[in-house]
């Protein structure tokens, strides 16, 4: 079993930054890929970003392409998520997610093996 908890989520003026954080623990997640996704109010949960088990391949949801940056450290078995200009649109929670590949994250249904519990990150305008 794997467990994730994302961090970094909160309020922040559009234009603004902020580094979301997802810290496995239970198991180590390099053997999987790893999404981050976003669920505002009253709409369906969305692909933003995902990033293969060595980093290697990296794809990002055109809305946030060029704002947006997803990395991993399998050292401290954490993923990040760089999120620069924001925008009120970006109003939503986000969620980290462990796969077995980036491709199966792109489009719904999405495969996901184990999902974080959410961060909610505010943008003010």
């Known amino acids: 079993q794997v467990q994730l908890v994302e961090s970094g989520g909160g309020l922040v003026q559009a234009g603004g930054s902020l580094r979301l954080s997802c810290a496995a623990s239970?198991?180590?997640?390099?053997?999987?890929?790893i999404g981050w996704f976003r669920q505002a109010p009253g709409k369906e949960r969305e692909f933003s970003a995902t990033?293969?088990?060595?980093?290697?391949?990296?794809y990002y949801a055109d809305s946030v392409k060029g704002r947006f940056t997803i990395s991993r450290d399998n050292a401290k078995n954490t993923a990040y998520l760089q999120m620069n200009s924001l925008k009120p649109e970006d109003t939503a929670v986000y969620y980290c997610?462990?796969?077995?590949?980036?491709?199966?994250?792109?489009?719904?249904?999405?495969?996901?093996?184990?999902w974080g519990q959410g961060t909610q990150v505010t943008v003010s305008s």
């Open positions: 239970g198991r180590t997640t390099s053997g999987y890929a």
């Open positions: 997610a462990a796969g077995p590949f980036t491709s199966t994250m792109r489009t719904p249904p999405y495969k996901v093996n184990y």
């Open positions: 990033i293969s088990r060595n980093g290697d391949n990296i």
